[in-house]
């Protein structure tokens, strides 16, 4: 399994995908190699790591981390399954990401006099500030950014359906501002 993740698997990674996202799959196959891989790939079975994933969390791991290890080990079994070293991808154990309920615990929606307070923070000014700041950088308001956040808080929409939308998406017979 090592060798196969080492030798395979992560140079493909490296190749085909972000910096970032190698640098996690490194990551996370260092954490599966300390454990499995001594293990011939055909040998990964439920079981084995079912067991793996108790360990890693009894060792005070997070979910998500264990999860982002089943995932690499399992695309990793897929290309295994491409390059017809194995006949089919097993089973594996799957986590449920109890970390993310307790962040949700925390996320509390903004009050209408927040809400105002932000937007008159980021509204811009008349007149951007002088240069000189007496040593602090010059603040300056964007407004493009000011009219995302006006925008989130009166449609609902996320921040990637906010970034992604362009002037197809407007329907201009629907009243005078237009409707997305």
């Known amino acids: 399994l090592q060798d196969f993740l080492d030798d395979v698997y992560l140079p493909i990674v ?12 490194r ?7 300390a454990r499995m891989g001594q ?3 055909d040998e990964v079975r439920f079981m084995i790591v079912d067991h793996y994933v108790t360990a ?3 060792d005070g791991r997070k ?8 995932r690499l080990l399992k695309a990793a079994l897929k290309h295994a399954v491409r390059c017809e070293l194995l006949d ?11 970390d993310r309920r307790d962040m949700h615990a925390l996320v509390r929606p903004l009050t209408p006099d927040k809400v105002e307070e932000l937007l008159s923070e980021l509204h811009p000014l008349e007149q951007q500030p002088h240069v000189v700041t007496r040593g602090r950088p010059p603040r300056y308001r964007d407004y493009l950014s ?4 006006l925008m989130a808080f009166n449609t609902g929409m996320r921040r990637s359906e906010l970034l992604t939308r362009t002037w197809a998406d407007l329907d201009w ?3 005078g501002m237009g409707s997305i």
């Open 27 to 33: 990551t996370s196959a260092n954490n599966i190699n």
């Open 39 to 41: 293990m011939r790939l």
């Open 14 to 25: 490296k190749r085909d995908k972000a910096p970032r996202t190698y640098e996690v799959a």
């Open 146 to 149: 000011f009219l995302v956040v």
């Open 63 to 70: 979910t998500r981390t264990i999860q982002l290890e089943l």
């Open 88 to 98: 089919e991808v097993p089973d594996l154990p799957s986590v449920k990401d109890t």
């Open 56 to 58: 890693r969390k009894n």
């Open 173 to 175: 017979h629907e009243g």
